[in-house]
C-alpha cells in the first residue's frame, strides 16, 4: 500500500512536470494550418509539389488537385514557404503568422527547362537541386517511360538520356538489353551500369538457367545470352529515374560505379483522398521486315533429302569430284519465315491506389503483363506487387519501407547461337526441304544428309521455360535530431529465385549428336536433352549517411555528409541435365545418360566510407569535394582497399547581379567541371584470384583440372578517373535550352586475362594488365518552338559522340575465338571489339582482283605485325603467300542521337521519337550461311548464273563478306494520345495509340541491325548469329483516374 | 530534449550494429574447387590430376586426340573436310600460307601438350613424396604416358619444340623432343621396376590402359621416329600383341571423332573407302579387309574404325604398329635385313581381323619377294597407312618415307601466334 502511494505520488508529479512543460511551450507555439493551391503556367494544379516552412521540419506534398496543407507549430512572425518539384522552377513565398489559426498560400509555378531546381537524390541523402552539381545528371521522368508501348524499363529508357547507347540484343519476347553509359568501361567484367532502386542495389545478371549446353560459355566464346534480370521491374511503378554517366558523378558510389550509375526512384504516396489510377493496353508483335528468299527453281547436284542427298552443293566439293557440281535438280523453294513467325498478341494492366494522410503516405500497385514474342509458341509474363509506405513518427524520425513481388515466367526457345534455335535451324538450310512431312507413324523426317535439326522439332516438340520469383524490399530511417542534422539509413534486400528447364525430346530423325541428336543409329543414349538449372541470389546492403547543414555567414552555406555502406551478396547455380531421353518424360530423371552436373556457390562482400564535403556561395557558386575508401572480397588482400577522390564545382553566371540586371534574353548560364575516381567491384569473379584445379567426374572417377588462366594472387580493382567539363543554357524565356558536356574517361589497372605462351602451361594471365579510355561530348537541345495555352510543341534533341581506344592490353593483338565466327579482337589503339580478319583482295583503283572466272580473292601476302601488311601478286596477278587479316569492322558507332517530338493540342498528344545509330558494323554471320546453304539471294544469283558458279566457295573464308553496315534510324516510339480530362465518375480519362520499333532506315541486309547475338557480353557486340529480331509492337491503351 | 537524444543514440547504434554485422569478413573459401596445396599433398589428388591429364588428351573436340588424329588426316589427305564453315579445319585441307598461326587446331593440339606436360611434372614430382612407392611409381608412369604423348605430338608437328614448360623456354630440334619422350618413359620404367605399381592405385584410375605395355610401345614408336632402330626393335618386342591398350569413353564422355565426326557428317570426313588418299601404286588391294574396318559408305562421314560409335575405345596403339615398327627397323638398320623385314611386314598383310585384339587385319596373302629395300619401305609405308588409319601418326611418315612435297597440305605447321607473339624465343615457321 505504502508502495503503491510512493509510486503512485511520483506518477502525479511526472504528470504534473508535463503539463507544465506543454503550458510553458504553449504560450510560444501555436498551432496553425497553412494551406493552399499550386498550379502551373496553365493554372492546373499540380501534383507532388514539396512545400516546407523554411528553417523547419514541417512541410507538405501536393495532392492530384495541387492541394496541400501544412500543420505546425510556429511562433507569431514573419516566415518563407518553400515550393519545389520536378519540371518545375522553385519558388520561395513569405506569410506572417500572427494570431490565426489558418492561413492561406497558392502559388503558381514555372516550367523548368534545364530543371535547374529540380533536386537530385542520388549519391547524397538529403537531395540536391541540379543547379548545385558540378556533373551531369539526368532525370527521367515517369510520363516520358510510359509513352513507347514497351514494359521493359530500359527498352523505355531508350533514347531518353543522353550518354547512353541502350541496345536491345534481340526480340525475345523477355529481352536482352545491354547499356553502356558513355562507351565501354571494363573488357573482363560486365559493362552494365549499377542499378539502384529506392536504395536498394539490385541485381541485373544474366544467368543461364536455360540454354544450359556447355557450349553455351557465358563468356568471349558465345557471349552473355539471355534476359537480364531488370526485366523484372515494372516501368509503371516507377516515378523517375536518374543516370549518371560516370566516375566524375558517380564516384560517390566509389567501388561499384565504374559503368555509372542507374538509379530507379518508385512512386510514392501524397497527402489526400485516395487516388485510383488504372490502365490497360492491348499489343499487337509481328515482323518488321522479312527477309527474302532464294527462288531459283534449281539447285545443283543430286537431291535434297534421302539417302543420296547432296546439300550446301554451292560451297561443297563432293569427295573425288574435281571441282563444284553443275548438273541440276528442279527443287521446290519454301519460305520456312513464315512457319516460324507468327502475329503475337499481348495486355498490360497496372492499377495502383495511393493517398495519405500528414503523417502516414502510401503507394500500392498490382500489374500483370504478358506478350507473345513473334516466333511461335514464345511469350513472356509477369505479376508485380508494390507497396510504399511513408511513416512520419514525430518531428525528428521517420520511416519508410518499400516492397515489390515479382513473378516472371517465360515460354522460351533455345537462343540463336545453336543450331537448334528457331532461326538458325532455318538458316542453316536449304529452302528446299519439304519440313512438315511425316511418314505414315507420324514422325517428321530429316533435313538433308548433315543431320540438321528440323525446324519443325524446334517450334512445336522443344519446351524451354524459365520462371523468377523476386522480393525487392526496402527499409529506411530519417532522424534530423538537431537543425541541420541528419542521418538517414536504407537497408535493401534483393532476392531471388530463378528456375529454367528444357526439354528437347528424342528425334525420330538423324540428328547430329552436338544437337542432341542420336545420330544415324539414333542412339537411345543419346537422342534427346532435359535440364533443370536453378540460381538463387541474396543480395543485402546497408547505406547510413550523416549530414550536417549549417550557415557561414549570410553568404556562404556548407553542407559536411558522412557515410558507410555495406553490401553482401551470395549466389548460388545448379544444374541436372541429361541426354537419350525416355520417351513422354521431360524431366532429366528421364534421362539414361546423366551429363556432369553444376553446382556453384560464391560469397562476395564490399563495404566503404566516404566524406564529402560541399560549399556554396549566395545562389551562384558551389563547390564539391570528396573521398572515399572501399574494400571488396574478390581482390587480393594487400589491394583489397582502395581510396577515391572526387571534386567538383558549378558557377551560374546567370544568377550574379551583373547578369540578372542585363540580360533578359539568357536566362540561364552555368558552367561546371568535376572529376572522380571510381573502381569496379565484381572487375572479377568471387574467387577468381586463387589458382585452383576443377573437378570433373571422367569414365566414373574424378578428374582435377588446372585452369587454363594463371592468376595474380594480389589482383586489384580497376580505376577509372573521368574530368568532365559542361555548360548549361537557356534562352528566350527558358523556350530554348542547351546542355553540352565534354567528358575524358581513362581506366588504368585494367583487369583483363592477357594471353600467354602456352608454353608456361597456361593460355592466359588474369591481372591489373592495360588500360583504355573514352571521350566524347554530348549535346541537348531542347525548344518549344509553339508554347500556347492549347497547342504546345517540344523538340528534344540528343547527340552522343564516344570514342573508346584500347590502349593497352599487354599485347599487340588479341584475337578471340567464338562462336559466330565473328573475329573479335583487342587491339592497342582501336576501340573494344573490333573485327579483325581476312578481307578482299584489291588493286590500285580499289576495285576487287578476281581471277580468270570473275572469282572475288582474300588477300594475301606478308603480314609484318598485327597493323602493317605487305600483299604480293603472283605472276597472274593474284593474291599469293600467307592469308592476311587487318581492322575489318567496329561495332562501337560513330555517333548516337535522338530526336524527340511532342505536341498538344486541345486534349490530344502526339509524342514522335527517332533513334539514330551512325557508323557501325555488324558481323552478319548469318548472312554467309544463308548463302553457304543456298537460301539467301546471292545463292539465287549463282543458281540462276547470274554470277560465275564457285563465286560462294570462293568469297565464303573472307571474312570481311559477312561485315556489314550497320547504321540506322529507327522511328522509335509513336503515340497519339486523347485525353477526355474529366469524364463521368473519372477524374481522368485517356487513350493512347502508341507503337514501337516502327520503321527502321537501313542498309543491313539481315533483319534488324540493332542486334547482338552476344548477348550482353562487353566484348562481344554487334554480332548476327540466330537471333530473334526485334519486332514492330503496336499498343491501344487507356488511362483513367478515379 | 536529453530523452531524445537518448533514443536517438539507441537507434543509432542498432543500425550501426546491423550495418556491421553483415560485411565484415572479407575471406571467403571456394568450396567448389581444390587449392594446389591440397591437390599435391595427397595421393587422392595426385591422382585427379593424373586423370586430368587423360581427360585433355582424350575429351571432347578440344582435346589432343581429336585435333591430331584431324591434323593429321587433312594434312596427308587421309580427310576431307565437309563444311568449310568449320574454318580450322578447311585452312589445313587447303594447306599452305593458308595454314597460320590463328590456326584453332593447331593452336589447341599446342596448348593442350603444353598444359598436360606442366601437370604431368607436378604429378610427377608430387609422386616421389608420397611414402606408398607402389603408388607412387604408378602414377608417375600413368602421368608419364600423357607426358610422353604430349612431347611426342608436338614432334610430329612442329619444326622444332619447347624444351620443357616456363617463362620464355628455349625451343630444341623435334627429333631431341622424341629423345625427351624416350627419357620420360625411361624414368616411368625405373620407377616400375623399383616398385611394381599397386593393385591400389590401378583401382583408382579408368579401365582401359595396359600402363607397362603402353610404356614400351611408345617407346617403340619414338625410337623409331628418332632413328634408333635396334631400341625400336627391343621395345616393340615388349609391347604386347594380344593385350589391348585403349582410351575408353561413356554415353557422357563420348569417342571425340565418333562425336565431331562421324555422328554431325558436317565437320571431316573420311576421304573415301577405296583409296584412302594414298597416289596410285601404294592404294589399298580393293580385298584388304582392313578398309571395311576402317570405313563405309553408309553415311557421309564415311568413318567407321576407332571412330564408328559413341563409346568404341581408341587405341593407344595398335599390334600392327608393333609388327610393322620391326620390319621398317630391320630394312633400315646399320646393315638392313630384308628377309627379316619381309616377315614381319608378311605378318600384318596376312592377318586376319579374327587374329587382331581389334579386329584390325588385312587378311591378304603375303608378299613374295624379292624387293629391294627401296621397294620394300614402300611396302612397309603403304601397310602403315592402310594398317594405322586416322591414327595420327601419318605426316610422320610421310617425311620418314620421304614422300614428296605434292602428296602432303604441308610439311610442318606454323608456330600459333600466341607462341610468337608471347615468347622471343619462338623459331621462325617453316616454309611449307
Known amino acids: 500500500m505504502r508502495k503503491f502511494q510512493q509510486m503512485g505520488q511520483s506518477k502525479w508529479k511526472n504528470i504534473f512536470f508535463v503539463l507544465i512543460l506543454q503550458l510553458c511551450t504553449l504560450i510560444g507555439l501555436a498551432q496553425v494550418r497553412i494551406s493552399g493551391k499550386v498550379t502551373g503556367p496553365d493554372g492546373r494544379g499540380i501534383v507532388s509539389i514539396s512545400v516546407s516552412v523554411h528553417n523547419t521540419t514541417y512541410g507538405a506534398v501536393t495532392d492530384a488537385d495541387g492541394m496541400y496543407a501544412i500543420q505546425a507549430n510556429l511562433r507569431p512572425g514573419s516566415y518563407t514557404i518553400d515550393f519545389s518539384g520536378v519540371g518545375f522552377k522553385s519558388r520561395s513565398q513569405s506569410i506572417q503568422i500572427g494570431n490565426a489559426t489558418s492561413y492561406t498560400s497558392d502559388v503558381q509555378l514555372a516550367i523548368d527547362a534545364l530543371n535547374m531546381d529540380e533536386v537530385i537524390l542520388t549519391g547524397v541523402s538529403l537531395g540536391t537541386t541540379r543547379k548545385q552539381l558540378g556533373s551531369y545528371i539526368s532525370t527521367v521522368k515517369a510520363d516520358q517511360l510510359t509513352k513507347g508501348a514497351t514494359s521493359n524499363v530500359l527498352s523505355a529508357l531508350q533514347g531518353k538520356t543522353a550518354g547512353a547507347q541502350i541496345i536491345q540484343n534481340n526480340g525475345d519476347p523477355a529481352g536482352g538489353f545491354s547499356v553502356r553509359l558513355r562507351g565501354v568501361n571494363t573488357i573482363l567484367s560486365s559493362s552494365e551500369p549499377l542499378y539502384i532502386v529506392d536504395g536498394v542495389v539490385v541485381n541485373n545478371a544474366t544467368n543461364r538457367v536455360t540454354n544450359t549446353q556447355s557450349s553455351y560459355d557465358g563468356s568471349t566464346f558465345v557471349g552473355t545470352v539471355g534476359q537480364n534480370r531488370l526485366a523484372d521491374i515494372n516501368p509503371a511503378d516507377i516515378d523517375h529515374i536518374e543516370v549518371l554517366n560516370g566516375a566524375a558523378a558517380a564516384a560517390i558510389y566509389g567501388s561499384r560505379a565504374n559503368a555509372g550509375v542507374i538509379q530507379i526512384f518508385t512512386k510514392k504516396g501524397a497527402n489526400g483522398a485516395p487516388v485510383v489510377n488504372f490502365s490497360t493496353g492491348i499489343m499487337v508483335n509481328h515482323l518488321r521486315k522479312k527477309l527474302k528468299v532464294n527462288e531459283a527453281p534449281t539447285k545443283f547436284g543430286g537431291p535434297t533429302d534421302g539417302l543420296t542427298a547432296f546439300t550446301q552443293d554451292l560451297i561443297t566439293i563432293p569427295p573425288g569430284s574435281p571441282g563444284l557440281l553443275t548438273n541440276t535438280t528442279p527443287v521446290t523453294r519454301y519460305d520456312y519465315q513464315d512457319y516460324i513467325f507468327q502475329t503475337g498478341l499481348g495486355t498490360d494492366n497496372n492499377v495502383s491506389v495511393s493517398g495519405g494522410t500528414d503523417k502516414t503516405k502510401y503507394y500500392v500497385s498490382g500489374s500483370y503483363f504478358y506478350n507473345q514474342g513473334i516466333v511461335k509458341n514464345t511469350d513472356a509474363q509477369r505479376y508485380s506487387f508494390r507497396a510504399n509506405i511513408d511513416q512520419t513518427l514525430n518531428k525528428w524520425l521517420s520511416v519508410n519501407l518499400g516492397l515489390?513481388?515479382?513473378?516472371?515466367?517465360?515460354?522460351?526457345?533455345?537462343?540463336?547461337?545453336?543450331?537448334?534455335?528457331?532461326?538458325?535451324?532455318?538458316?542453316?538450310?536449304?529452302?528446299?526441304?519439304?519440313?512438315?512431312?511425316?511418314?505414315?507413324?507420324?514422325?517428321?523426317?530429316?533435313?538433308?544428309?548433315?543431320?540438321?535439326?528440323?525446324?519443325?522439332?524446334?517450334?512445336?516438340?522443344?519446351?524451354?521455360?524459365?520462371?523468377?520469383?523476386?522480393v525487392i524490399a526496402n527499409l529506411g530511417a530519417k532522424l534530423k535530431p538537431m537543425k541541420g542534422l541528419t542521418f538517414d539509413y536504407t537497408l535493401g534486400i534483393d532476392n531471388y529465385a530463378q528456375n529454367g528447364t528444357t526439354y528437347m525430346p528424342p528425334y525420330a530423325y538423324n540428328v547430329n549428336t552436338a544437337f542432341f541428336g542420336g545420330g544415324v543409329s539414333l542412339d537411345p543414349t543419346q537422342n534427346g536433352y532435359a535440364s533443370t538449372g536453378n540460381d538463387y541470389f541474396f543480395q543485402i546492403n546497408h547505406e547510413l549517411n550523416g549530414t550536417y547543414q549549417f550557415n557561414i555567414n549570410h553568404d556562404i552555406a556548407s553542407i559536411t555528409q558522412l557515410g558507410y555502406s555495406a553490401q553482401y551478396e551470395k549466389n548460388r547455380y545448379s544444374l541436372l541435365q541429361g541426354r537419350g531421353m525416355a520417351p513422354f518424360v521431360q524431366t532429366v530423371t528421364g534421362a539414361s545418360t546423366l551429363l556432369a552436373p553444376t553446382d556453384d556457390r560464391s560469397e562476395i562482400s564490399v563495404s566503404g566510407e566516404y566524406l564529402q564535403q560541399n560549399f556554396k556561395y549566395k545562389n551562384q557558386l558551389f563547390i564539391t569535394g570528396a573521398v572515399r575508401r572501399d574494400g571488396s572480397s574478390v581482390f587480393g588482400e594487400n589491394e583489397r582497399n582502395q581510396v577515391y577522390y572526387k571534386v567538383s564545382g558549378s558557377y551560374l553566371i546567370s544568377e550574379t547581379k551583373f547578369w540578372k540586371d542585363k540580360v533578359d534574353w539568357w536566362n540561364t548560364f552555368k558552367i561546371r567541371a568535376a572529376y572522380g575516381q571510381s573502381g569496379n567491384l565484381t572487375g572479377i569473379g568471387a574467387y577468381s584470384r586463387f589458382n585452383t584445379y576443377t573437378s570433373n567426374s571422367y569414365l566414373s572417377r574424378t578428374a582435377l583440372n588446372s585452369s587454363s588462366t594463371l592468376a595474380n594472387t594480389n589482383v586489384k580493382p580497376e580505376r577509372q578517373g573521368e574530368l568532365e567539363i559542361g555548360t548549361d543554357m537557356s534562352f528566350l524565356k527558358d523556350r530554348l535550352s542547351l546542355t553540352f558536356n565534354w567528358y575524358s574517361k581513362k581506366v588504368t589497372d585494367l583487369l583483363y586475362s592477357r594471353t600467354i605462351a602456352p608454353t608456361t602451361g597456361f593460355s592466359s594471365?588474369?591481372?591489373?594488365?592495360?588500360?583504355?579510355?573514352?571521350?566524347?561530348?554530348?549535346?541537348?537541345?531542347?525548344?518549344?518552338?509553339?508554347?500556347?495555352?492549347?497547342?504546345?510543341?517540344?523538340?528534344?534533341?540528343?547527340?552522343?559522340?564516344?570514342?573508346?581506344?584500347?590502349?593497352?592490353?599487354?599485347?599487340?593483338?588479341?584475337?578471340?575465338?567464338?562462336?559466330?565466327?565473328?573475329?573479335?579482337?583487342?587491339?592497342?589503339?582501336?576501340?573494344?571489339?573490333?573485327?579483325?580478319?581476312?578481307?578482299?583482295?584489291?588493286?590500285?583503283?580499289?576495285?576487287?582482283?578476281?581471277?580468270?572466272?570473275?572469282?572475288?580473292?582474300?588477300?594475301?601476302?606478308?603480314q609484318n605485325s598485327a597493323l602493317s601488311y605487305t600483299p604480293q601478286r603472283d605472276n597472274n596477278g593474284l593474291p599469293t603467300g600467307t592469308t592476311l587479316r587487318k581492322v575489318i569492322g567496329d561495332p562501337n558507332p560513330k555517333y548516337t542521337a535522338t530526336l524527340t517530338n511532342d505536341i498538344s493540342y486541345k486534349k490530344f498528344g502526339l509524342h514522335v521519337q527517332l533513334d539514330a545509330v551512325q557508323g557501325v558494323n555488324v558481323f552478319n554471320a548469318d548472312f554467309r550461311t544463308r548463302q553457304g546453304v543456298g537460301n539467301g539471294l546471292v545463292a539465287q544469283q549463282e543458281d540462276l548464273g547470274q554470277i560465275p558458279r564457285g563465286y560462294i566457295l570462293g568469297v565464303y573464308q573472307i571474312e570481311q563478306w559477312r561485315v556489314d553496315d550497320g547504321s540506322f534510324v529507327k522511328l522509335r516510339e509513336v503515340s497519339l494520345s486523347y485525353d477526355l480530362g474529366k469524364f463521368k465518375f473519372f477524374k481522368d480519362l485517356s487513350v493512347s495509340f502508341s507503337g514501337r520499333n516502327l520503321f527502321s532506315w537501313d542498309n543491313y541486309k539481315g533483319y534488324d541491325p540493332e542486334v547482338n547475338s552476344g548477348g550482353q557480353s562487353t566484348i562481344l557486340r554487334g554480332i548476327d548469329f540466330g537471333s530473334v529480331p526485334i519486332p514492330r509492337i503496336f499498343k491501344l491503351g487507356i488511362a483513367a483516374k478515379f | 530534449m536529453k530523452k531524445q537524444f537518448i533514443k536517438i543514440a539507441f537507434y543509432g547504434l542498432s543500425a550501426i550494429m546491423l550495418v556491421f554485422h553483415t560485411s565484415c569478413t572479407k575471406n571467403y573459401v571456394n568450396p567448389t574447387a581444390a587449392t594446389d596445396q591440397q591437390v599435391f599433398s595427397s595421393p587422392q589428388g595426385l591422382t585427379g590430376v593424373a586423370i586430368g591429364l587423360q581427360r585433355t588428351y582424350t575429351a571432347s573436340r578440344a582435346s589432343s586426340l581429336y585435333n591430331r588424329v584431324n591434323i593429321n588426316g587433312l594434312l596427308t589427305s587421309e580427310m576431307i573436310v565437309l563444311n568449310q564453315g568449320n574454318t580450322g579445319e578447311y585452312q589445313l585441307q587447303l594447306g599452305g600460307g593458308s595454314v597460320d598461326g590463328t590456326n584453332t587446331l593447331a593452336a589447341g593440339l599446342w596448348t593442350s601438350s603444353n598444359k598436360i606436360i606442366y601437370d604431368a611434372n607436378n604429378v610427377i614430382a608430387g609422386a616421389q613424396n608420397l611414402s606408398d612407392k607402389g603408388y607412387a611409381s604408378g602414377l608417375i608412369a600413368y602421368a608419364s604416358i600423357f607426358k610422353a604423348l604430349a612431347i611426342g605430338d608436338l614432334s610430329m608437328f612442329w619444326q622444332k619444340v619447347p624444351d620443357g614448360v616456363?617463362?620464355?623456354?628455349?625451343?630444341?630440334?623435334?627429333?631431341?623432343?622424341?629423345?625427351?619422350?624416350?627419357?620420360?618413359?625411361?624414368?616411368?620404367?625405373?620407377?616400375?621396376?623399383?616398385?611394381?605399381?599397386?593393385?591400389?592405385?590401378?583401382?583408382?584410375?579408368?579401365?582401359?590402359?595396359?600402363?607397362?605395355?603402353?610404356?614400351?610401345?611408345?617407346?617403340?614408336?619414338?625410337?623409331?621416329?628418332?632413328?634408333?632402330?635396334?631400341?625400336?626393335?627391343?621395345?616393340?618386342?615388349?609391347?604386347?600383341?594380344?593385350?589391348?591398350?585403349?582410351?575408353?569413353?561413356?554415353?557422357?564422355?563420348?569417342?571425340p571423332i565418333f562425336e565431331t565426326v562421324t555422328s554431325t557428317n558436317n565437320v571431316t570426313a573420311a576421304i573415301d573407302t577405296t583409296t584412302l588418299g594414298l597416289p596410285a601404286g601404294l592404294q589399298p588391294d580393293p580385298s584388304d579387309n582392313r578398309l571395311k574396318f576402317y570405313t563405309t559408305s553408309v553415311y557421309n562421314s564415311k568413318v567407321l574404325g576407332f571412330g564408328a560409335g559413341t563409346i568404341t575405345p581408341w587405341p593407344v596403339y595398335l599390334p600392327g604398329e608393333m609388327i610393322l615398327i620391326k620390319a621398317e627397323a630391320y630394312a633400315r638398320q646399320g646393315t638392313p635385313d630384308l628377309t627379316n623385314a619381309l616377315a614381319q611386314l608378311n605378318l600384318v598383310v596376312t592377318k586376319t581381323p579374327a587374329s587382331d585384339p581389334y579386329g584390325v587385319g588385312a587378311n591378304l596373302p603375303a608378299l613374295v619377294g624379292p624387293y629391294t629395300q627401296a621397294q620394300l619401305l614402300d611396302q612397309i609405308y603403304k601397310n602403315r597407312c592402310i594398317e594405322l588409319y586416322m591414327s595420327g601418326l601419318k605426316l610422320e611418315d610421310m617425311r620418314r618415307f620421304g614422300r614428296p612435297d605434292s602428296e602432303k597440305k604441308r610439311n610442318l605447321l606454323p608456330y600459333p601466334f600466341q607462341e610468337r607473339d608471347n615468347n622471343p624465343n619462338t623459331p621462325p615457321d617453316p616454309t611449307f
Open chain 1, 404 to 470: 515489390n513481388y515479382i513473378n516472371n515466367s517465360s515460354n522460351e526457345k533455345p537462343d540463336g547461337n545453336s543450331f537448334f534455335s528457331p532461326m538458325n535451324s532455318v538458316t542453316i538450310i536449304g529452302n528446299f526441304h519439304n519440313i512438315w512431312q511425316r511418314d505414315a507413324l507420324g514422325n517428321l523426317q530429316a533435313v538433308g544428309e548433315r543431320g540438321r535439326v528440323n525446324p519443325v522439332s524446334v517450334i512445336e516438340d522443344f519446351k524451354q521455360r524459365e520462371e523468377t520469383n523476386r
Open chain 1, 765 to 862: 594471365l588474369l591481372d591489373n594488365l592495360g588500360s583504355l579510355q573514352n571521350k566524347g561530348f554530348e549535346i541537348l537541345l531542347t525548344g518549344s518552338p509553339v508554347s500556347k495555352k492549347d497547342f504546345q510543341w517540344d523538340v528534344t534533341l540528343i547527340y552522343n559522340h564516344n570514342r573508346n581506344k584500347v590502349l593497352d592490353v599487354g599485347s599487340a593483338l588479341i584475337l578471340l575465338s567464338t562462336n559466330a565466327g565473328a573475329p573479335v579482337a583487342l587491339l592497342q589503339g582501336y576501340p573494344v571489339g573490333v573485327f579483325y580478319g581476312t578481307f578482299f583482295a584489291v588493286d590500285g583503283n580499289g576495285n576487287q582482283v578476281k581471277n580468270t572466272s570473275g572469282i572475288p580473292q582474300i588477300e594475301k601476302g606478308i
Open chain 2, 166 to 255: 616456363g617463362i620464355n623456354v628455349n625451343f630444341i630440334d623435334r627429333i631431341q623432343g622424341y629423345n625427351n619422350a624416350i627419357a620420360v618413359i625411361d624414368n616411368a620404367l625405373t620407377a616400375i621396376n623399383a616398385n611394381a605399381i599397386s593393385a591400389a592405385f590401378l583401382a583408382n584410375i579408368p579401365a582401359g590402359i595396359n600402363i607397362v605395355n603402353t610404356l614400351h610401345a611408345l617407346k617403340a614408336r619414338f625410337s623409331l621416329f628418332a632413328g634408333s632402330y635396334s631400341q625400336a626393335m627391343t621395345e616393340a618386342n615388349a609391347a604386347s600383341l594380344s593385350i589391348k591398350s585403349t582410351f575408353n569413353f561413356t554415353t557422357v564422355n563420348l569417342n
